[in-house]
């Protein structure tokens, strides 16, 4: 049975989805809902696009809503309205928010008996697996989670608000030395500082003050203020031609002991080279819309994240199928 899914949102997340369903045999793209005027937006697809003020004219013939909103202002006020009408997926990442946002979602999608899947991407999402994965194996030791090189959308964005600021490109890039004592198993005591830098490449209006912007940047509590920061001022032309790209990506390392002595070391390591952030973050989305279908079918509802959910609900392949390919 085809899945049919609709995208809420169209920005870098909502193309990335688009394209995604595409690349999977058992999904559907029903349709594009936006806050801008319908007739505006050009789709990578000519799917036909919709205005979500009349999104719940559509609410029997979609499977599953992709809510690629942000997480700052949009996804803590859409997700759970859209979860009392929708099974529903989003990539919410504030971290030290998750609890509070599962809680509002949850009550919404318990009331309505449907599946809202949170914090689905890989960070949060993959490498939230992976360290759960290797701390329950190795839980005599530590855990490290290195992000980069790779553009941040969010530190980004946080330049971009600075007044004078036309446009900016920032890289988070981990600290070689502190990922080779990780690796090397001397489970070491790092601060912020310590496993990564900032580099920032900035876009300034004409006559702006560019020692101010400067020392905006690099004193911008919970951005900047933590790390070693870059600043470069480069023409506009410059960032569109050598920054366009947003590739991410970034390493979870466990090291970790075991015997009675803790006498053998052991070092598992998780990583990702992407070249599109939102791309890949849009393919995780599409496996855990096809994993709030299936496990909506079976009856169940409420929150969940990627820990609440087993991988075979994420495979397009059949029970028999896993068993006999990848196990």
Request: proline share 4%; net charge negative.
């Amino acid at each position: 049975m085809t899945i049919k899914i609709a995208i809420a949102g169209y920005g870098n997340l909502g193309r990335g989805v688009e394209a995604a369903i595409g690349q999977n045999r058992d999904t559907e793209l029903y349709g594009i809902f936006t806050r801008r005027d319908p007739a505006s937006v050009k789709t990578l697809t000519g799917v036909q696009v919709f205005d979500i003020k009349n999104i719940l004219d559509h609410k029997d013939n979609i499977d599953v809503l992709i809510i690629c909103g942000g997480s700052a202002t949009d996804l803590p006020t859409q997700t759970p309205e859209y979860a009392k009408y929708f099974n529903v997926v989003d990539s919410f990442d504030t971290h030290a928010k998750i609890p509070e946002h599962f809680a509002n979602v949850d009550a919404c999608a318990k009331a309505s008996g449907k599946i809202a899947v949170i914090s689905a991407g890989w960070d949060p999402g993959m490498f939230s697996l992976n360290r759960l994965y290797s701390e329950a194996i190795l839980p005599d030791g530590e855990s490290y989670t290195f992000w980069g090189k790779g553009v941040s959308q969010g530190h980004s964005d946080a330049i971009r608000r600075i007044e004078g600021v036309i446009d900016a490109r920032q890289y988070t890039i981990p600290c070689d030395d502190a990922l080779e004592a990780v690796r090397s198993g001397k489970n070491p005591s790092l601060t912020t500082r310590e496993k990564h830098t900032r580099e920032c490449f900035v876009v300034a209006a004409d006559g702006a003050d560019k020692a101010r912007i400067e020392r905006e940047i690099v004193t911008m509590p919970n951005y900047f203020a933590d790390y070693d920061t870059t600043v470069h001022f480069i023409t506009l032309d410059e960032l569109k031609r050598d920054h366009a790209g947003i590739p991410h990506g970034g390493f979870v390392i466990r090291s970790g002991n075991t015997g009675i002595n803790g006498e053998n070391n052991h070092v598992i390591e998780y990583s990702l080279k992407l070249d599109s952030n939102p791309e890949f973050t849009s393919s995780v989305l599409v496996a855990y819309a096809r994993a709030a279908y299936r496990m909506n079918n079976d009856g169940l509802c409420g929150c969940k994240t990627v820990f609440d959910i087993a991988p075979a609900y994420l495979s397009s392949k059949s029970g028999d199928e896993l068993r006999e390919k990848l196990l």
